[in-house]
C-alpha cells in the first residue's frame, strides 16, 4: 500500500490536486505494479510563515 505525502508552501485548486494524485497513481502502477486503490496521496498544505530554508521563513 504506497502513501505519497504531498507537502508544499500555499495552496493549490481541487483541480490542481487531483491531477496530481492521478499523476502520481498512474506512474506507481505502471512503474512499480501497484494498484491505484491502494495508493495513498495526502496533501499538506503549509502557510510560508512556518517553513524556512535555511534561516529564511518562506511567508
Known amino acids: 500500500m504506497p502513501y505519497i505525502n504531498v507537502k ?3 495552496k493549490i ?3 490542481q490536486k ?3 494524485a492521478a499523476e502520481f ?3 506507481l ?3 512499480a505494479n501497484k494498484p491505484k486503490d491502494h ?3 495526502v496533501f499538506d ?3 510560508g510563515e512556518n517553513w524556512a530554508v535555511g534561516d529564511k ?3
Do not use: A, M
Open 18 to 20: 487531483q491531477k496530481i
Open 45 to 47: 498544505e503549509v502557510n
Open 13 to 15: 485548486t481541487k483541480e
Open 29 to 31: 502502477e505502471k512503474v
Open 39 to 41: 495508493t495513498y496521496v
Open 8 to 10: 508544499l508552501v500555499g
Open 25 to 27: 497513481t498512474e506512474t
Open 57 to 59: 521563513l518562506l511567508g
